[in-house]
């Protein structure tokens, strides 16, 4: 990362949620999406040089959300995020933890 992220560069609201078995109203099984949590967050897109080198990649089209590492709950690889009226799968979680500050998670829209 070429530049240090200080908290307030966090300012966009992600949502992380998970899927959990519940029933409908005639008792049968279903799978909704729960929100597990929110939090802000810095949203860095890809620079043209990362774009042309993650084509056919499994980065390709994703984004790095960037949060705080103390949370109110555990991020899983099974979660998605939800920004701004989109979805989307992570692909990756590396967090701080030498220093314990943030939290990168590099994730990619669900078509």
């Known amino acids: 990362m070429s ?3 200080q908290t307030y560069d966090l300012s966009e609201r992600i949502t ?3 899927k959990k078995n519940d029933k409908d109203e005639l008792g049968g ?5 729960t929100v597990v949590f929110s939090c802000w967050s810095s949203v860095q897109s ?3 040089n ?3 080198s993650t084509i056919g990649t499994v980065l390709e089209d994703t984004l ?3 949060i705080r590492y103390q949370q109110i709950a ?7 995020i939800v920004f701004d009226g989109e979805t989307y ?5 590396t967090k701080g933890v030498s220093r314990k500050d943030f939290t990168t998670i590099i994730a990619k829209a669900v078509n």
């Open 50 to 52: 990362e774009i042309k």
């Open 16 to 18: 992380f949620i998970e």
């Open 64 to 66: 790095t959300f960037i």
């Open 89 to 93: 799968e992570i692909v990756k979680i």
């Open 74 to 80: 555990e991020v899983k690889n099974n979660m998605k």
């Open 46 to 48: 890809q620079f043209l």
């Open 29 to 33: 099984n279903i799978v909704i999406d």
């Open 3 to 5: 530049k240090f992220i």
